[in-house]
């Protein structure tokens, strides 16, 4: 059974950083490209950032040069660091990845920026 578990999430004032981890668990997740995605409240989910079982990255240009991904597969778990922080990354963050062309997520960690 996939578990997606995301933490790291909080209140952060505008030019703050937060590290965001989703553990995985369930599927050889070193085989896997891992994405993060974004709901800000009214607004539609979003791609933030994805990693490649090899490593490659991409980014929303939104968040371009601010988040950087990575992943540790030896504790299947994939991080985004967010610095920079502006109000309008607040959101409710959520960890995806795609098996058999079904998507399985988490349960989101809520980042709200804020003076």
């Known amino acids: 059974q996939v578990q997606l578990v995301e933490s790291g999430g909080g209140l952060v004032q505008p030019g703050g950083s937060l590290r965001l981890s989703c553990a995985a668990s369930?599927?050889?997740?070193?085989?896997?490209?891992m994405r993060w995605y974004r709901q800000a409240p009214g607004k539609e989910r979003e791609l933030v950032a994805g990693?490649?079982?090899?490593?490659?990255?991409d980014y929303a240009d939104s968040v371009k040069g601010r988040f950087t991904i990575s992943r540790d597969n030896a504790k299947n778990t994939v991080y985004l660091q967010m610095n920079s922080l502006k109000s309008e990354d607040t959101a409710v963050y959520y960890c995806?990845?795609?098996?058999?062309?079904?998507?399985?997520w988490g349960q989101g960690t809520q980042v709200t920026v804020s003076s």
């Open positions: 995806n990845v795609v098996r058999w062309s079904t998507a399985q």
């Open positions: 990693i490649t079982s090899a490593g490659s990255t």
């Open positions: 369930g599927f050889t997740f070193s085989n896997y490209k």
